[in-house]
């Protein structure tokens, strides 16, 4: 019988070399692309909103009026997240976090459940001497000293036609005034009006 002798490599050694190399550039191509990605993405990002609620498109007036300002302004959303104005509270919460991101610079948002902080909470109330208030839940807007307060009420429209007609228990919120309320009331507090003199003769 008579001796094969060593076994010959499947590969040479140029071959192996080839299929080294052919897999370092593929590796480095993947790396390069998922650098791109990611500094294209830090630029030139696009949000994804993942409930109805929160799908808020800020208005370009909104974002003019945040874009401008020069000043910090301090936004407390003064509620008791899981209270009867549940609903208030998540769309509140959700548009001022928009209002936030347009200019995390000049907007700071934060929420102070006085359920949990009531030390904090008693502190704000007497800071701005809010005692006393009829309404619990609100939300303070403040630049500078200036300040306004917005109750939970008065952030929506309702509609009391099913409640009185009888088809229904419970009066249905029929839109969501926000926006509206909170830009202007943070252009006010950053605007103030200069005061006039006038004399008599």
């Excluded at 140029?14 to 790396?31: D, K, P, Y």
């Excluded at 370009?60 to 509270?89: A, C, H, K």
């Excluded at 995390?104 to 102070?112: A, R, S």
Aim: glycine fraction near 6%; aromatic fraction near 12%; hydrophobic fraction near 40%.
């Amino acid at each position: 019988m008579s001796d094969a002798g060593p076994p010959q490599p499947t590969f040479s050694s140029a071959r192996r070399w080839m299929i080294m190399l052919n897999t370092a550039l593929a590796v480095g191509g993947a790396l390069a692309l998922l650098v791109m990605a990611n500094y294209l993405a830090e630029g030139y990002f696009k949000r994804a909103f993942w409930s109805r609620d929160a799908a808020f498109r800020i208005s370009p007036r909104t974002l003019q009026v945040l874009e401008d300002l020069t000043n910090d302004v301090s936004i407390t959303i003064f509620f008791q997240p899981t209270g009867e104005n549940e609903e208030i509270y998540g769309l509140t919460a959700a548009l001022l976090a928009e209002y936030q991101h347009a200019n995390p610079h000049h907007i700071h948002v934060k929420t102070l459940d006085y359920t949990r902080s009531v030390g904090e909470a008693k502190e704000l109330l007497s800071r701005y001497s809010l005692t006393g208030l009829p309404e619990k839940d609100f939300v303070l807007i403040d630049c500078n000293g200036r300040h306004k307060t917005v109750f939970a009420r008065g952030l929506a429209d309702y509609d009391f036609s099913d409640l009185l007609a009888g088809r229904s228990k419970y009066v249905r919120r029929s839109a969501f005034r926000g926006e509206m309320i909170f830009t202007a009331d943070i252009y006010d507090v950053t605007h103030p009006q200069a005061l006039k003199a006038y004399f008599l003769y």
